[in-house]
């Protein structure tokens, strides 16, 4: 594993404008990743000396998964990673590992795909629009996968996908989209977290970066996964992206950057000046237009960190992303780091896992609204974000007008045309938005043995 070290020259005068201010109760800081072109804020603040800036001598470590990279800042191996959104939230709660994961920093907006083999392209192309020019229309529902699923349920085929992690964005990304289509993505319950429970697709767990080979031996059919995993499969033709989550759901949330509880407590300084290198870092990989998007591919296409192909990862990140083979298409925001308030920690963004968690049966009680509320502002800090960002402004390194200053945490409700079911979601009425939903538990509903009741 080949590990990055931050040297502040010599000749640097202190460590730039922020150690004046912050006195640093730590400054020599491990902080892990998995190789995922969302992890770019981490690189770009390391390159672009963001973190010497502040006074930080960091190391960047790619780790083999996200389990690993979870233990490694419990036990204290590492001082905060790239993570799940999820990951913080279970944690904390208590399913899976537990321990308090906070997040003052939210990486990123979309970046995820939804990518079929081949085969079951061809055999859900019949099921799809087309538009004149003899292309597919999209978004592409998965009731056209539902008649594929149903004919290899009648031959007695098992119908495989895969996701990266039971508490990731993908995991819920992907039930969200078969729901949506008529397809029961199966549930969790306490006696059995396979999530396999009444599925009509069996998901289960593969590495990011292993989804392509995983696919092309037949084990899956499919994956969802960020990229540059759906690219690669369709640089290498093997498979199809069929949706990006941009048209699951526009600007949904995805990976956060998590530290320990502890540390933010023992180290206050520390959090806020790591939180200021990666807010200059998310300002840089989107500020004009996304000027800078193919420096960041440079940087991201080293082994160190993401080690795909120039190319592969250009496709999606410099503002488009390629379907079928030659059907590239503009989708100027399938990354978005900065825009929009990406990297603002919602109380809403959380509470939005924490329905899906609910909805498929890993939190396996009804919980109330104020749960919902009280677990989001227990993970996510906005409060450590904008001293951070209140820091840049007063040193000219950002603009206030980029930063929710009055926000109570919870973003305007997102509308029902910009999500694929029609279903709007407020973070506000949780239990309404799942009482919402037609597949999924509700209310009082509980999985029992192999049956849902109540």
Known sequence: MKRITSILA???????????????????????????????????????????????????????????LLDGVIDGQLDGAHMLAGQPLAATIGYGTEAHIITPFSMDLNGNGITVSNQIWEEMKPNIPHDADGKPVHPISASALKPVVEKYTDEGKPFNMGMVFPVSTHNYELRYWLAAGGLEPGYYSPENITGQIGADVLLSVTPPPQMPATMEAGTIYGYCVGEPWNQQAVFKGIGVPVITDYELWKNNPEKVFGINADFAEQYPNTTIAVTKALIRAAMWLDENDNANREEAVKILSQPEYVGADYGVIANSMTGTFEYEKGDKREVPDFNVFFRYNATYPFYSDAIWYLTQMRRWGQIAEPKTDAWYDETAKSVYKPAIYLEAARLLVDEGLANEADFPWDSDGYKAPTPSEDIIDGIAYDGKTPNAYLDSLPIGLKGDQRVVGTEIQG
Not at 45 to 57: K, P, T, V, W
């Open 10 to 68: 010599a000749t640097t005068l202190l460590a730039g404008p922020a150690l004046a201010e912050l006195e640093l109760e730590k400054d020599e800081l491990t902080f892990g990743f998995i190789k995922l072109t969302d992890m770019a804020p981490l690189a770009v603040a390391y390159e672009q000396g963001y973190f010497d800036d502040e006074g930080l001598f960091v190391t960047l470590e790619a780790q083999a998964n996200w389990k690993v």
